[in-house]
């Protein structure tokens, strides 16, 4: 059975407007909930999260484009610099662009989203915790994958 739109986003907001616990323990909090939809790009909602004594901000978003559904996550630093996390995990074979898509995950929906929610963020802090807590920075390039 299809889950209307409307349920879906309610959903999102509950499972993403909360900061995870990893996040929460390296200083993050939430800080607001932004929802564009475009033609091109689809339906987005970005939650920000933010580690202000840092200087960086987690931006986690739900991306709904044709039939497919995923998660990309940005990490900006108060500079100016900022990395599609996606692109670092890809970058360092720590995952694959699987792992960012709903599909890939069993159950129903909300299931999907939380299980694809922790898996990246378990990943994220795991290998970037110096980039989350602003000791350092990578310059990764952006994956164009098939639009290069």
């Known amino acids: 059975m299809a889950i209307e ?32 939809e475009s033609e091109t790009t689809g339906a987005s909602t970005s939650f920000v999260h933010e580690a202000k004594d840092k200087g960086v901000v987690v931006d986690i978003s739900f991306n709904a484009l044709g039939g497919d559904e995923f998660i990309i996550v940005v ?31 069993s159950g129903g929906f909300e299931s999907q989203l939380q299980v694809c929610a922790q898996t990246i963020v378990s990943t994220i802090t ?6 989350l807590t602003g000791q350092s920075w990578e310059e990764v390039p952006i994956d164009w994958g098939p639009y290069r």
Do not use: C, W
């Not at 795991?126 to 980039?131: T, V």
């Open 5 to 36: 739109p409307a349920t879906k986003t309610q959903i999102v907001r509950k499972l993403l407007q909360r900061t995870p616990d990893e996040l929460q323990k390296l200083g993050f909090n939430y800080v607001r909930s932004e929802t564009e």
């Open 75 to 105: 990490i900006e630093r108060s500079d100016g610099k900022n990395m599609v996390a996606n692109d670092f995990i890809k970058l360092h074979r720590l995952g694959s662009d699987e792992m960012f898509e709903l599909s890939s995950y």
């Open 126 to 131: 795991k290998h970037m915790k110096d980039i």
